[in-house]
């Protein structure tokens, strides 16, 4: 990274960490910290009002009028309290045109690090599904391999990451991924089963409804797969 990048992303960085700092409130963390398990620290900075800050912040310094700045994105994932990787999540999904393939690598680590539903869970469907959407070369040289690895959260994003396709769900491929991870005891792979099915569901309900037939699958995977047909 050259001086000039470096100085924009610190710029950026201090920007919106002084934001964050003047609005943050500790009574609010608490409850916020509790719902994920205490996995994470918080500000105290609830969803609506972090819009209102990132609205602000985007305003302020012209962010989402720049090329799609990898660095500060690296740098709030680094930062201790969960409303930064909430804030690099923002911004990515407001520069999702500016991704490109080699893009999947970054997402990929933001997936693998300070993991829980609460990233994945849009990192997946949103920044995952949009490259391969417009590289789709990438399920085969990255997302296969995902779907078949001992990564907990990845699997759940090979899973997950056709959600919003709907008539463009390549189907073969989400119930190939879906039945090599059907054993799964584990609960985040049995809701994203159960998620993608039920999601799924609404653009062909009968194609899924004779996959849970054909197919053993958790009772919650079915019981979420099930819901609209």
């Known amino acids: 990274m050259n001086q000039s990048s470096m100085n924009l992303t610190n710029y950026l960085l201090k920007n919106l960490t ?40 985007f305003a302020e310094t012209g962010l989402l009028k720049l090329d799609f700045q990898h660095a500060f994105v690296e740098g709030l994932w680094e930062k201790e309290e969960r409303e930064y990787q909430y804030a690099a999540l923002d911004y990515i999904n407001k520069s999702l045109k500016l991704v490109t393939k080699d893009d999947v690598y970054l997402f990929e680590k933001l997936i693998t690090s300070k993991s829980w539903w609460d990233t994945v869970d849009s990192l997946a469907p949103n920044a995952v599904g949009q490259i391969a959407k417009e590289y789709p070369e990438v399920k085969e040289e990255v997302i296969e391999n995902w779907a078949t690895g001992n990564h907990l959260w990845l699997r759940r994003a090979s899973i997950l990451f056709q959600l919003k396709y709907k008539g463009m769900t390549e189907e073969d491929r989400l119930y190939r991924n879906i039945v090599q991870n059907a054993t799964s005891r584990e609960f985040f792979i049995q809701k994203a089963i159960g998620w993608a099915l039920r999601e799924y569901s609404k653009t062909n309900a009968e194609s899924v409804k004779q996959f849970i037939h054909a197919h053993e699958l958790s009772s919650l995977s079915v019981r979420e797969g099930s819901k609209y047909i």
């Open 18 to 57: 002084d934001l964050f700092e003047k609005n943050k409130d500790n009574e609010k963390a608490i409850p916020m910290e509790k719902y994920l398990k205490n996995h994470f620290s918080f500000l105290g900075i609830k969803t609506p009002e972090r819009r209102a800050l990132m609205k602000q912040f």
